[in-house]
């Protein structure tokens, strides 16, 4: 029907964004994006769509207000092109400061993202326009669980830092060529293993915002798990347990110098 229609009124900005909607529910998102482009540059301010909402993302079945614009800035969202996504919502809720689902689609966005404090705004502008959206809502409460607790996980993990470099003190001191010798392959480790994942994300054309987490995490030796195994298995002034003190040590520093690498390395990588 949106086919006969296009035919028969090739600038019918209502047709086109049917077939972006029916595509977008068809998974041929490419095609969802040209049809809605193509809507949205026919008219700017096209018909709201009403979408029924069920299930664990609502606390009683409602109609969300969607428009070509938050249903375009939905589908970027999935193909991971966030800023893109953010534009969109962003321009709706310029339009129209009162679109549910642009604040909505806008704290997902913000998430993805890691800004958690405009996230949580979003969601609660979100909540507060449609309080049925259950999905903002369960967002916003644990993005205000995770404020709260963040604190004192940091204070948390210092503390046990502190402590674990207490205990050994002596050790270290009294033995400064054994540091330097544990010390030596876990930097040659860390290095080589970030460098081959790098340059095979590289190679796979991975997106930089895939690429840098993925190689971090396969870089790093999650130390403070062996910390709590070499103290539990072998005791706190055992040698295990000062192996894994200075992998600690080692290995925050070279971390950071890795972050800083990714960070600095954005241009070899195709968006």
Known sequence: MFRISI????????????????????????????????????????NPVFERVT???????????TTART???RIHFIKDDILMAINLFNEEIRRNPSQPDAFDGLGWAYLKQGRSLEARSAFNTAIQLEPLNNSA???????????????????????????????????ILAQPLNIV???????????????????????LRLKHNIAGPACLIGTSNFFELAVAVAISLFGLHSGAALATVVGVLVE????????????????????
């Open 7 to 46: 035919k028969i009124q090739p600038n019918k900005s209502e047709a086109r964004k049917g077939m972006g909607y029916v595509y977008c529910w068809l998974e041929k998102y490419d095609s969802a994006i040209t049809m809605l482009e193509q809507c949205l540059a026919l008219n700017p301010d096209p």
């Open 55 to 65: 299930g664990s993302n609502a606390i009683a079945p409602f109609q969300m207000q």
């Open 71 to 73: 249903k375009l800035g």
């Open 137 to 171: 809502q369960n967002e916003a409460a644990v993005q205000s669980f995770l404020e709260k607790v963040k604190p004192y996980s940091v204070i948390g993990l210092l503390a046990t830092v502190v402590l674990l470099f207490g205990f050994q003190a002596n050790t």
């Open 181 to 203: 010798l544990i010390a030596i392959p876990l930097v040659l480790q860390t290095y080589g293993i970030f460098a081959i994942t790098y340059f095979i994300a590289l190679k």
């Open 252 to 271: 925050v520093p070279v971390m950071l110098s890795l972050v800083a690498i990714v960070n600095k390395t954005t241009h070899w990588f195709k968006e």
